[in-house]
């Protein structure tokens, strides 16, 4: 059996979700959605990053304990995730108690083997950023990513032998082109490897703070919080137990934004290397969502939530804008009128118009009973059922490498043949003629026959969607695309439903 392990970062508590952390789930839910269609067996983990400064601060700011906090916002996170439908099979938190033993249990191993020491450090520190910055990368001397200047600070602290391990890394990248991809993430983290790799600080005296995972050997410590957090993805699979985590761990596949790619890239392979763990299969990089109206922040009011947009829209309709309009890698950027003027063309206009075209007129000829195929060569007909079997291969090929809009492009190729078949064959036409008729009810059993394999195609996509569209059909929703048959999905007698309106024009204020 083919396996897949599935991960979305864990995000951190001191935000609700929004735009950036709905795209990286939607994403791991529609590959695991594609590939338990492919017969694979997938699990997906997400979950939630409760410890450091960051959390401890934004507690402290809303006037209350961290857990407590963590404790809020990490359920806002999990029902969110449920309200949208993402399929994920485990919620991690970081302050959950199998992982505090796992984490600690992977720091005894490590300091046990001599890959940790102490030491004093002094540095120019962002506590944005919870990390120590060298001159070098610092922008005008303030952190790149909080505008700020960082604070000198010198303290004892431990530190883990990451140097040690860096020509394995590198020799590992490069004898495994699919590692870290796409491409320019893979050449950012080998051209980053090419100074010397520092030691990495992976503790915090608990005088500074306290909200963390205490070391095992020193109390006076906690741990840093993404030698924490990273190793959630082995103890959310650990937590099944010792064969689950074999048989899935070698199929691990990291989903995560571009943002952290130093930490998934060369923290986390160096940890797992020193820890005797083998390591993850694939990271997968994308870009990052830009707001046409500037950074999205609260202040600006921007910030796009799930829940809002689901409500407003529906849930399939932002998983299409967000899975057609983002070339994974790449940065997209997201505006409500980018978005009206997709959903209006592709999903109002070319997928819902066609469903309730073909449905109404199986309706208005046939009272919605199904027709025979008859034993008919038509050209047009072969040319349909080609323009689907081309989809369906395309889109593997585009869903091995990611490209979500390509598998989308792909599909909607099909609904275009679907729609250029109903013109080539004018069924309205010939309905006038009754000699004509049984060749109707032909022609609608083929474009029948094509909405059942949209409706199958779309699932991982449009979950909700490709379910209205198959009790529409009224066929069982777990019918996969690959019918043996064309056309063998309708036994004699059977009949399709009226049509309702799949997805409604957006109409916006001139
Ligand atoms: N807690 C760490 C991750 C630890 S993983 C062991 C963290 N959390 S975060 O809440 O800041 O989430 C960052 C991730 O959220 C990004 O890598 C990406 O998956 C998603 N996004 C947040 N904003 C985003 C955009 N504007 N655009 C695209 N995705 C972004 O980092």
């Known amino acids: 059996m083919e396996r897949i392990y599935l991960t979305t970062p864990l995000y951190y508590v001191n935000a609700e979700p929004h735009l950036g952390h709905t795209y990286t789930t939607v994403i791991a839910d529609t590959l695991k959605r594609y590939y338990l269609s492919q017969g694979v067996e997938a699990y997906l983990l997400t979950g939630t990053d409760e410890h450091g400064d960051k959390i401890a601060q934004a507690a402290r700011e809303n006037g209350t304990e961290p857990k407590l906090y963590a404790d809020r916002i990490s359920a806002i996170f999990r029902s969110t995730w449920d309200s949208c439908g993402i399929s994920y099979d485990h919620f991690i938190r970081t302050t959950d108690s199998y992982h505090v033993e796992v984490v600690q249990r992977i720091l005894t191993k490590i300091y046990e083997a001599g890959d940790i020491y102490f030491g004093e450090y002094g540095g120019t520190y962002c506590f944005g950023c919870e990390r120590f910055y060298t001159e070098k990368e610092l922008i005008e001397g303030k952190c790149p990513d909080h505008l700020k200047e960082p604070t000198y600070i010198r303290e004892k602290n431990y530190f883990f032998r990451m140097g040690k391990y860096q020509q394995q890394l590198v020799d590992h990248i490069r004898s495994n082109p699919e590692f870290i991809r796409p491409e320019r993430y893979r050449s950012e983290v080998l051209a980053f490897l090419r100074e010397p790799l520092e030691d990495l600080c992976i503790s915090r005296p608990k005088s500074r703070l306290q909200w963390g995972i205490p070391l095992p050997f020193d109390s006076e410590y906690v741990t840093y919080v ?36 130093k930490p998934h890239g060369i923290f986390w392979p160096t940890m797992l290397m020193a820890a005797g763990l083998p390591l993850y299969e694939r990271l997968n990089v994308h870009g990052y969502w830009i707001m046409d109206s500037g950074k999205m922040s609260k202040s600006l009011g921007n910030v796009v939530r799930p829940l809002e947009m689901k409500e407003r829209y529906g849930m399939d309709a932002f998983r299409y804008f967000l899975l057609r309009e983002m070339v994974f890698g790449q940065d997209a950027t997201f505006s409500l009128e980018s978005f009206v003027t997709r959903i209006n063309a592709d999903l109002a206009n070319n997928l819902g118009n066609l469903v309730s075209r073909v449905l109404a007129m199986q309706q208005r000829y046939f009272e919605g009973i199904v027709q025979p195929l008859g034993a008919s060569r038509a050209e047009e007909d072969q040319q349909l059922r080609e323009a689907f079997v081309r989809a369906e291969a395309d889109l593997e090929s585009h869903m091995e490498k990611l490209h979500f809009h390509r598998a989308l492009e792909a599909i909607w190729g099909a609904v275009d043949s679907t729609n250029r078949y109903i013109v080539q064959t004018g069924p309205f036409v010939l309905f006038k003629e009754p000699e004509k008729r049984p060749r109707v009810g032909e022609i609608l059993h083929h474009l029948l026959e094509a909405l059942r394999v949209t409706a199958c195609l779309l699932s991982p996509f449009l979950p909700d969607t490709a379910e209205k569209i198959k009790s529409f059909l009224n066929i069982s929703t777990s019918v996969s695309a690959r019918h043996p048959v064309w056309g063998g999905c309708f036994p004699p007698g059977h009949t399709v439903r009226k049509p309702i309106v799949l997805f409604p024009r957006i109409e916006t204020e001139a």
Do not use: C, M, T
């Open 226 to 261: 993404w030698f924490d957090a990273l190793i959630n993805y082995v103890s959310g699979l650990q937590l099944r137990g010792e064969d689950f985590f074999r048989a899935f761990w070698p199929k691990a596949n990291h989903l995560v934004a571009k943002d952290i790619l």
